[in-house]
């Protein structure tokens, strides 16, 4: 009887085993959608010359917002497209008066980003990657020494590049974790009586580290 149930049991691990993992079986294709929270820093950048002395300016928070994006498989690698909307709870200090990182008082705004990225296969569960695209954000212009804002803001164009490990938590669900240097070089202003500056020329840098948490369809 003990030689049976034994043999029995030893029957029953190549099938277990198997099944076991395809709880995972992540696929890394299709459409996914993501909540996204982390670390944000913006301010002056490398060449920036602003004639202040104070070119180490910058402001930092919390940034928060949702992607969304579209992966294939190829076999060891990926390719895929995305796009997020975030923003921030970055802003100047009010008893900061000075011209910060040659904008003035501001609150980090919203921001728009769309670009693809390239990845490979660490193991059937984890992927490696890196990502560039294009990136619009604004500053919004705070009042005097108070939090208020204005209806005025800075709206900034750049180029965003970053890299990062995606981790299959199930099929349908991974985690992110991600680090991404955006650069800003031109910039125009929006008045509150509704007009619009000329395009000028900015050096801002963005720094970011965020996770994330998704969806896959």
């Given at each position: 009887?003990?030689?049976?149930?034994?043999?029995?049991?030893?029957?029953?691990?190549?099938?277990?085993?198997?099944?076991?993992?395809?709880?995972?079986?992540?696929?890394?294709?299709?459409?996914?959608?993501?909540?996204?929270?982390?670390?944000?820093?913006?301010?002056?950048?490398?060449?920036?010359?602003?004639?202040?002395?104070?070119?180490?300016?910058?402001?930092?928070?919390?940034l928060y917002g949702v992607g969304a994006g579209y992966d294939i498989n190829v076999g060891s690698a990926v390719l895929g497209v995305e796009g997020e909307y975030t923003d921030s709870?970055?802003?100047?200090?009010?008893?900061?008066?000075?011209?910060?990182?040659?904008?003035?008082?501001?609150?980090?705004?919203?921001?728009?980003?769309?670009?693809?990225?390239?990845?490979?296969?660490?193991?059937?569960?984890?992927?490696?990657?890196?990502?560039?695209?294009?990136?619009?954000?604004?500053?919004?212009?705070?009042?005097?020494?108070?939090?208020?804002?204005?209806?005025?803001?800075?709206?900034?164009?750049?180029?965003?590049?970053?890299?990062?490990?995606?981790?299959?938590?199930?099929?349908?669900?991974?985690?992110?974790?991600?680090?991404?240097?955006?650069?800003?070089?031109?910039?125009?202003?929006?008045?509150?009586?509704?007009?619009?500056?000329?395009?000028?020329?900015?050096?801002?840098?963005?720094?970011?580290?965020?996770?994330?948490?998704?969806?896959?369809?």
């Amino acid at each position: 009887m003990r030689k049976l149930m034994v043999a029995t049991l030893l029957a029953g691990v190549p099938f277990a085993t198997p099944a076991f993992a395809q709880d995972v079986n992540p696929t890394f294709t299709g459409p996914r959608v993501e909540a996204i929270l982390g670390y944000d820093r913006t301010g002056a950048g490398s060449d920036v010359d602003n004639d202040n002395g104070r070119d180490d300016q910058k402001i930092d928070g919390l940034l928060y917002g949702v992607g969304a994006g579209y992966d294939i498989n190829v076999g060891s690698a990926v390719l895929g497209v995305e796009g997020e909307y975030t923003d921030s709870t970055a802003k100047s200090s009010r008893r900061d008066f000075s011209d910060q990182f040659g904008f003035g008082r501001v609150k980090q705004g919203r921001d728009l980003y769309i670009g693809a990225r390239a990845g490979i296969l660490a193991n059937p569960a984890t992927l490696v990657y890196v990502k560039g695209g294009y990136t619009n954000t604004k500053l919004d212009v705070l009042a005097g020494d108070t939090n208020q804002e204005t209806d005025t803001d800075f709206k900034l164009d750049g180029w965003r590049i970053g890299a990062g490990v995606e981790r299959a938590i199930n099929t349908n669900t991974f985690a992110k974790v991600e680090y991404r240097y955006s650069k800003y070089d031109s910039a125009h202003i929006d008045f509150m009586d509704g007009a619009t500056s000329r395009e000028f020329d900015i050096d801002t840098d963005r720094h970011q580290v965020v996770a994330s948490v998704g969806w896959r369809f």
